[in-house]
């Protein structure tokens, strides 16, 4: 459902798509050609004495830098820009649909639940044309890239991303598959929530003249103790990712080292290439990361 609702609202913004995309892409080969001067600079000029080498590659260091920080901005506001209007336009594609309900039509859906799909729906949808335009877009590149340029380092010690990309992409299947349901659930929560409020607003009267206002806060007090356990158990889910996360990336960090600096002291790995390698392998998991949040 939600790739069509993209296509259609994003068909009149198709050339600021194809901006942030080729911005992204640019910002992408930018931040991975850095770790490969950087070891150069370690290999060619600390190694070497060389302070020239030093200072000419630093300055084209600084250069790319400057250019993946230009990217960064131009891509950011290009897609917080296309993103807000997607959700503007689906709102009130949402509102106009919703006025041409019949009674039937509307009384099917409940009031509760169109005014969620109006504001927080369409806020979704918005949040993650962003997140798309933001990260999605640029998680593949870097991936792919990262994976290049590290096989490109040391093809030996490339053999441990075949054990630290498939283990971090499992325990994020893993969180993602009993996230997806708790968001839904949030969702009907948040209808429910709208639903008690609305009727305690719209039968105010009735409620003190009939003295309900104890079950009446009784009914309010279930649903939102409803929404908060829901959201609680994903943030619980939230909570334990990140370490979990944060210990596949150590561990990986400590093999490569482990293992390269075996490689440096039988002279088939330079110092900068560990170097560089290491800051691909964060590169490849944090493109990991992103893609499955």
Known sequence: MLLPVLRRFLRPYRRDVLRVVLLQFLQTIADLSLPTLNADIIDNGVVLGDTG???RVGGVMLAISALQVACAIGAVFLGARTAMSVGRDLRHAVFTRVQRFSLAEAGRFGAPSLITRSTNGAQQVQMVTF????IIVMAPIMMIGGIIMAVRQDLGLSALLLVAV???LGVMVFIATRMGPLFRT???RIDRINLVMREQ???VRVIRAFTRQPTERQRFALANTQLRDTSLQVGYLMAL???VVQLIINVSSVAVIWFGAGRIDSGAMEVGSLVAFLNYLMQILMSVLMASM
């Open 53 to 55: 080498y030093i200072l």
């Open 241 to 243: 990712m990140f370490p």
């Open 166 to 168: 498939p283990v971090l």
């Open 131 to 134: 997140m798309s335009f933001v």
């Open 186 to 188: 949030i969702q009907g």
């Open 201 to 203: 607003i719209s039968g």
